[in-house]
């Protein structure tokens, strides 16, 4: 039973450029959700898309998108990218329906470097 | 607003001694609370979760953590250290009655010594 995978696990980029990483979510999960992790900081809440629609945002810049696709998986883009832009950006999977108990499954993260 | 905090940066600990990964809390209704553990280059893996009933939670790996619903706090403990337990500790707060996103604090480095 495969767990979250995010692709690719490393990207360097150049300041204005566009990026889009990847995620599938957990077997049987139905919700993803975004992170963005900077360097010694903990994970801050992007996004989190159900159903193929984004149902929850956090303070993130319009710069920052994403989408669902039928198999419920996922991607983040962010355009114009800046230097602060870079970090480990993190996936995770998880039931929505009546389960906002139950713990997130985590991929291994995109390192994104921007320079 | 929901927020968490991990007061210390960094705990050091010789293996075999008791551990302690402080975290306390703030939301505005009931919480679930969360401990994650990060490994170098890889995600954020569950550790265990209060959501009610015994304030003593037990989880993965020998872990444990008390809710102190007065104190607002959620401690990660461990009777006995080990230097594989040497990670970035997460805890994390979601506000039962809110239909909300999961908030993370900043993080404890735990540093096992041998």
């Known amino acids: 039973d495969a767990g979250v995978t995010q692709s690719p696990t490393h990207l360097i980029k150049t300041r204005g450029q566009q990026v889009t990483l990847r995620c599938s979510p957990k077997s049987g999960h139905d919700t993803v959700s975004w992170y963005q992790q900077a360097l010694g900081q903990g994970p801050q809440f992007i996004f989190q898309?159900?159903?193929?629609?984004?149902?929850q945002r956090g303070n993130f810049p319009d710069r920052f998108s994403g989408h669902q696709f039928p198999n419920y998986s996922s991607e983040l883009n962010v355009n114009a990218l800046l230097l602060g832009d870079s970090a480990l950006y993190l996936c995770a999977s998880s039931l929505l329906t009546g389960r906002s108990n139950q713990p997130q499954h985590f991929g291994d993260g995109t390192r994104l470097s921007i320079l | 607003a929901q927020s968490v905090a991990q007061p210390e940066d960094q705990v050091n600990v010789a293996e075999g001694n008791p551990l302690t990964v402080k975290c306390t809390y703030s939301v505005s209704g009931n919480p679930y609370l969360f401990w994650y553990v990060q490994y170098p280059n890889r995600g954020l893996q569950f550790l265990l979760k209060y959501i009610t009933g015994d304030n003593l939670v037990k989880g993965s790996y020998g872990f444990e953590a008390e809710f102190n619903k007065s104190q607002t706090s959620f401690h990660l403990k461990k009777p006995s250290a080990l230097v594989s337990d040497s990670a970035l500790y997460f805890c994390?707060?979601?506000?039962?009655?809110?239909?909300?996103?999961?908030?993370f604090g900043k993080g404890t480095r735990l540093h096992i010594l041998p």
């Open positions: 994390a707060v979601r506000d039962k009655n809110r239909d909300d996103k999961i908030i």
């Open positions: 898309y159900y159903e193929e629609e984004e149902r």
